[in-house]
């Protein structure tokens, strides 16, 4: 026991008898206790702290006391002042906050080169393995992976010579949450929405592998536009082997009593588990107007090393409180929630806190929340709440049971939880008994009949359910048409999505049918009918047709006035324009959709997802990344709102924006991105192949072809395609629009990426045998399905190897070929269009044409993104060997310097291939660059 320690137990030993005692009495017993100036100190900071009507000012206090027991007795009270000093280019100016880990100043650039506030986090100077450098590093490393527009942004940091560390970060201007929500009064739908924006950056965080490790009030600011912003990330920890978060220096000493979760208080390293227990301590104090432990359970804690016991429910809390208003909205779903993320047992909480998000969603749009495990009765209950005005009406039981027959296609389980909420509906919408019982007749009937043979309580195949529902749709006398059209609706897109194009088209051309049957079911249905054969048409690539289809669509959507569908159709032909690589009228689209999204009175979160899924893509490929990022994250939140965490659609646009990670060179972060992604998709998927999951390993291969790992990735790309065929080989497969493809095709697919891999890592042998083992090339035109840019890239590689392995004549050719298939289309991406100029200088300078390569050679160099960086690296040689031939030496040193600072700037390791290629190419002026710690 330290010194320290020894002073807090004798005061500890009083504190629980004097804060019973009434004010008089109390300081006659301090009078007459007979205590060292030390322990009586410590003592009195405590009783006046409880004192206080702000509750979290007894955390605060005794999280400073404890680290002093707990830790190296460093605390902010002991640090010098640091106002007016500077820390880098950076200096201090007046202080704004203190913690247990640094005190933060307001401060400004104090070089001239710019002028903006900042806050600048200054931390202890180093005291052996607590050292203040280490921890500053940390938060620097963790700030730097993460840019979220809830997280406070990194723009410096470092340590003085003098051992003082530092963290430079934007100034936010707001006030912590418990503030702000006291303050304004917040009622608690404002309340829940705050904890569940703090849920969501937690999440992302926890997505890119990073645990917090610290969150409490006093580090989520609100600012003046209502977002949240979270901050102190100095004890954050990675989720990967051998990361620090077992260093005892992030024990218990670093932590916030009041808020960690138990497992901390026993010495645990910080997890996401704890991170979930804090944001239920958060939104516990939030709506309760209490803490989760009172003083005399804080003090124990440290006197005893024995946690807290579970805090009573937040409705009990704020009833003991005076507020018995609030414990009455409190009772149920909050106290649910809350209950779920404060149990002991971190396998009891929340899994994520995603799924924590979630549940607060639900509770805002009165959904049923998983926390409270409510029967068919609460989600009837929690179904009236939202849909009053929609449960006297007929067509209530007709979108319930719709509903029920498309989860029923996808999840048995969720099917029949669907029919059973549908029917409780039933009994009270008698108005619309016929046409319920007949769609619900007709669900059941294709669950009973399907596959009569099975065993007993085996559950019918997707398989069988579909076409056996195929046929009753397409068949059935009883239906009546608007029936038979939703179902043929239904069951088209459903087969569309699942690559049955010729099932698919027999039943939305029948839906079509029906309208011609019927005209009074409107302009609308035809136009969604007229979507979904558009779609259709280019999956199986007869563009034109689908266009058309999708032009009348939009058209009817515009004429009817459902501003709703329009605005799905308009994101639909944005992206469109950009499949096509028209990106300024696929810009100027899917602005115009955005603005129109925003102008709905009511987003749905189903179209708020398709409309920035689609900005993001096009915005990445325009450059704009920021926005592009910012697009990929709301797309992903609204499938979470719709679909739940670790949906397939939440996936796909995970996976569209770990591709910007690739295109700035951010390979480690795009490689955690894409492990987990790959982890999400095979447990969604039961371990079934799926091309979803393949998509994302060919891009695990891109991040670790980009880490130089050259060999791993030439595996991943290869398994890739093994099962991508398995997948679309599968019975039941689970596929995208690519599954068109087919044998040829396929191998021709494996066999192009496979080369790309080799040649990308200069294995140039390679990856000519790799092409060369394809069938003639121009036989894979006529396969079925197979895509067109993806040839001309096969002849544009095979150009590049033939004409470097010296086979010019061969590689002309092949060049030729490529050059004409780019006449007739568009190969929108720049790195493709950059390998085309790349494959045109090789067969330049293979011909003595040295200018005319020069120019080929820059031309393609100004098209690669950062990330780009072993095809920047390969085209900077070619173009300083044309340079050498020229007898230009002083541009070679300025290509030397350059790449270089490239490399640096992407952080690659001193053994990465591409500072090697440099340093082999006579790179002088560069070594010590080239060599140094990056």
Known sequence: MNERHAIWKAAAEHFDRLIDLAPADRADALDALELPDEVLSWLERMLEAHDQPEPLLIDREVTSLARGVLGDGSGPSDWPDYSGQDFGPWRAREEIGRGGMGVVYRGRRADGQFDMPVAIKVLAPARGDRSSVQLSRRELEVLAELRHPAIAGLLDGGSRPDGVAYVVMELVDGRPIDELARDEELGLPARVRLVEQVAEAVAWCHR????HGDIKPSNVLVDSSGRVRLLDF??????????????????????????????????AAPSVAEDVFALGALLYQLLSGQGIRDSRELTRWILTREAPPAPPLASRSAKAAGRHDRARELRGDLDAICRRCLRDDP?????????????LRAWLEQRPVAAREGGTAYRLGRWVSRNRWLAATASLGLAGLVLGLVLA??????????????????????????????????????????????APGELPSTAAILELGAERALSNPSLAEDERFELLLTLGEVHRGLNRPPRARDLL??????????????????????????WLDIMQRDMDAGLERHRQARALAEAGADEELAVQLGAEAAFLHFMRGDLPAARGEIDATTRRLEALEASPASIVHSVMNARGMILDQVGDRARSLAAFERSAEAARQVWGPGSRRELVVRNNAGRVALKEGEFQLARREYLDIIDAYRRLHEGQPTEFEAAAMSHLAQAELGLGHFEEAYQIMDRAYVLWAEAIEAPDAVSGAGASRRSGDREFMRALLGSWVHYRSRRIEAADQRLSGILELESISD?????????????????????????LEQGLARLQTATDRIAASALADPRHRAELAEARAWCLERQGRIDEALAEARAGLALLEPGWILQKVELSLLLMELLDTVGEGAEIDAICSSSGSEIDALG????????????ESGCATARSRLVSEP
Do not use: K, M
């Open 908 to 919: 690659l390791a001193n053994d990465h291939p591409v500072r090697g290629w440099l340093l």
């Open 509 to 534: 051309e029948a839906a079509l049918e029906t309208i011609d049957r019927r005209p009074d079911l409107g302009p609308l249905a035809r136009a969604r009918a007229l979507r979904q054969l558009a």
């Open 347 to 359: 396998e009891d909480r929340y899994a994520s806190a995603d799924a924590l998000a979630h549940d």
């Open 409 to 454: 296609l996808w999840q048995a389980d969720r099917a029949r939880s669907a029919q059973a909420e549908a029917e409780a509906a039933l009994r009270t919408t008698e108005a619309s008994l016929a046409r319920v019982s007949a769609l619900r007749d007709f669900l059941v009937d294709l669950f009973l009949s399907a596959d009569p043979g099975r």
């Open 208 to 211: 890119h592998l990073v645990v």
């Open 783 to 807: 396969e079925p399905g197979a895509d067109p840019d993806n040839l001309t890239r096969a002849f544009v590689l095979a150009a590049a190897t033939a004409c470097r392995l010296g086979r």
């Open 234 to 267: 100095g004890i954050a920890s990675r989720l990967t082997e051998g990361d620090a978060a077992g260093d005892e220096t992030l024990g218990p000493a670093w932590c916030s009593p009041g808020c960690c979760a138990p497992e901390r208080l026993r010495g």
